[in-house]
């Protein structure tokens, strides 16, 4: 039993090794990686699961692809699972951080660099297009649903509202939305179950 945990430790911190090492751009940008890692090639988790663990680590504080392996690493093995998938994201930007430090003056002075950074920038671009649509498949379901997207982006983008501002708006907005569906199944209890009586 002790070494099957110990497999499925060193699994968990290979993985996000995996995913730490070849994703460039953090945070949305490791969508695509960690939903062929976690998702399709492993099981580990759901694509809903995924999209939560996202928002909340959006939601609270550290980066966002650490907390996200944090909570895979802690469903799958408990405390020493998130501590394994956290050591297994940080790793790979730590051992290329201390290699590239005393040579990053020379990086951001050279023209090839510089290009090969505007390619990625590209990439990037294209992989959070990627995500996006794939997000709006699973959770925009309902012309509600449509309406907040787009308010959110209307804040972000035209607006400029800062996004903690519209994470703790959707999450009032939430409260309220449950408290009153709470409320009208209390009143009228024919409507629970998909509302037959």
Same mark, same amino acid.
């Given at each position: 039993?002790?070494?099957?945990?110990?497999?499925?430790?060193?699994?968990?911190?290979?993985?996000?090794?995996?995913?730490?090492?070849?994703?460039?751009?953090?945070?949305?940008?490791?969508?695509?990686?960690?939903?062929?890692?976690?998702?399709?090639?492993?099981?580990?988790?759901?694509?809903?699961?995924?999209?939560?663990?996202?928002?909340?680590?959006?939601?609270?504080?550290?980066?966002?692809?650490?907390? /996200?392996?944090?909570?895979?690493?802690?469903?799958?093995?408990? *405390?020493? &699972?998130? +501590? #394994?998938?956290?050591?297994? $994201? =940080?790793?790979?930007?730590?051992?290329?951080?201390?290699?590239?430090?005393?040579?990053?003056?020379?990086?951001?002075?050279?023209?090839?660099?510089?290009?090969?950074?505007?390619?990625?920038?590209?990439?990037?671009?294209?992989?959070?297009?990627?995500?996006?649509?794939?997000?709006?498949?699973?959770?925009?379901?309902?012309?509600?649903?449509?309406?907040?997207?787009?308010?959110?982006?209307?804040? /972000?983008?035209?607006?400029?509202?800062?996004?903690?501002?519209? *994470?703790? &708006?959707? +999450? #009032?907005?939430?409260?309220? $939305? =449950?408290?009153?569906?709470?409320?009208?199944?209390?009143?009228?209890?024919?409507?629970?179950?998909?509302?037959?009586?």
């Amino acid at each position: 039993m002790k070494k099957n945990i110990l497999l499925e430790l060193f699994e968990i911190y290979i993985t996000f090794i995996k995913i730490g090492t070849f994703t460039i751009g953090g945070g949305l940008a490791m969508m695509p990686m960690l939903r062929r890692e976690l998702i399709d090639s492993r099981g580990w988790i759901t694509e809903e699961e995924l999209i939560d663990y996202y928002a909340v680590g959006q939601s609270t504080p550290g980066i966002i692809a650490v907390n /996200v392996s944090t909570f895979v690493g802690f469903k799958r093995a408990g *405390i020493i &699972g998130g +501590i #394994a998938g956290t050591l297994g $994201m =940080v790793t790979p930007s730590f051992v290329i951080i201390m290699l590239l430090a005393r040579f990053i003056n020379s990086v951001s002075d050279n023209p090839l660099a510089q290009k090969a950074l505007k390619g990625i920038n590209v990439a990037v671009a294209a992989l959070l297009t990627h995500v996006v649509y794939s997000f709006s498949k699973k959770t925009i379901k309902t012309p509600v649903n449509f309406i907040f997207m787009m308010a959110a982006f209307f804040c /972000v983008g035209i607006l400029k509202l800062p996004s903690y501002i519209i *994470i703790l &708006g959707a +999450i #009032a907005i939430a409260c309220v $939305m =449950v408290f009153v569906r709470a409320r009208q199944l209390k009143n009228h209890p024919e409507k629970n179950e998909g509302g037959q009586k």
